[in-house]
């Protein structure tokens, strides 16, 4: 009776490419640098062989490495908003070109199924958690998230967070006070002179960023915004539209209602329409974050431009290629956009 064949083996592989089996391994499966794993010569040579002789991976073995999943877990408020998706799709991207895939998880800014996410990932052994959810000035809740986190690095995760925080990882940011100061700036230069602010919750780290940032900027221009005039609210098209219901004695004083979110100035909009004002008119909206779809409807629309996309491959290198110091910071920079009009690079 004839022996089966034996399949070909990683062995085999780099046996005929020429190099050592971790060598070909990583070139096929993905190190900590994924598909950029070696030299592009190293991983043609790699491949070809593993054509050659039939060589497939298997994607039961690479699931598990080391006996870590081969996956990132990745954390936000809800899919369903204009940031969180567009990290989503950074992470994702940044993700596949390392060979590994991600695990979104949502709090839907609950701070207790923060915390039972948290728990939960504990028994999935994820290579690296990216956590961008709403940091707070509540320092029970920062407490009990940072403990949840120690407890994934301790299980060996690899832990960064998107956002101020004082939680003590690696963090991805932007510095979202002077790039608000920026706007504020420039639409200050540009003549307004009559503003409201409303923006996310008084005790979360960015919100309270945003606004001082914008109350700074104008202050510098000799504009100072009356303390009744700076309404706080959720991050979310309902919250920009509810904050109005608190500015309608001032409607006929404002040049300007800045909306410390593109999302919540999407639901100013929508308010102030459905009380008969168009904007842009006697009264100018503008966001933050830049979500295209409102550059396209409204040209002249004045935005900062928080490169969002950008935050997925910056944590992604954060978590599997930055060695993990609790005081690395990649400082990403925002960019303003006054009337339409970018700020240069």
Not at 56 to 70: C, E, L, W, Y
Not at 74 to 100: P, Y
Not at 137 to 149: G, I, K, M, S, T
């Amino acid at each position: 009776m004839q022996n089966p064949v034996k399949p070909p083996t990683l062995t085999d592989v780099a046996r005929l490419a020429g190099v050592s089996v971790p060598a070909a391994s990583r070139a096929l499966n993905g190190g900590v640098r994924g598909k950029q794993s070696g030299s592009p010569e190293l991983r043609k040579r790699v491949e070809d062989a593993a054509r050659a002789l039939g060589y497939s991976v298997s994607p039961a073995a690479q699931t598990i490495k080391g006996g870590r999943a081969r996956t990132v877990a990745f954390i936000v408020n809800d899919i369903e908003d204009f940031g969180s998706a567009t990290m989503i799709a950074g992470v994702m991207h940044a993700a596949e070109k390392r060979g590994v895939s991600v695990a979104v998880r949502t709090t839907r800014d609950d701070p207790l199924r923060e915390l039972e996410l948290l728990t939960q990932l504990a028994g999935e052994r994820h290579r690296a958690v990216v956590i961008a959810t709403s940091r707070t000035l509540d320092r029970h809740r920062e407490a009990a998230v940072a403990d949840q986190l120690r407890t994934l690095q301790a299980q060996g995760a690899n832990i960064v967070v998107i956002g101020d925080n004082a939680l003590g990882f690696p963090t991805v940011t932007v510095d979202n006070h002077d790039a608000a100061e920026r706007l504020a700036s420039g639409l200050a230069d540009a003549g307004r002179r009559r503003f409201a602010i409303v923006s996310g919750p008084d005790d979360e780290i960015t919100s309270r960023d945003r606004v001082a940032g914008f109350v700074a900027g104008l202050a510098a221009r000799g504009v100072v915004v009356p303390e009744a005039r700076v309404i706080h609210g959720s991050f979310s098209r309902d919250g920009g539209y509810r904050a109005v219901d608190h500015l309608v004695d001032d409607l006929d004083d404002l040049d300007v209602i800045a909306a410390m979110s593109d999302a919540m100035a999407v639901g100013v909009i929508a308010h102030l329409r459905a009380r008969g004002i168009d904007t842009p008119g006697p009264i100018e909206v503008t966001g933050f974050d830049h979500v295209p779809l409102l550059g396209d409807v409204l040209p002249r629309f004045s935005t900062v431009e928080v490169p969002l996309e950008e935050f997925g491959e910056a944590a992604l290198a954060l978590a599997l290629e930055g060695g993990g110091a609790t005081d690395s910071v990649v400082a990403l920079r925002a960019r303003t956009i006054v009337h339409g009009v970018s700020e240069p690079e």
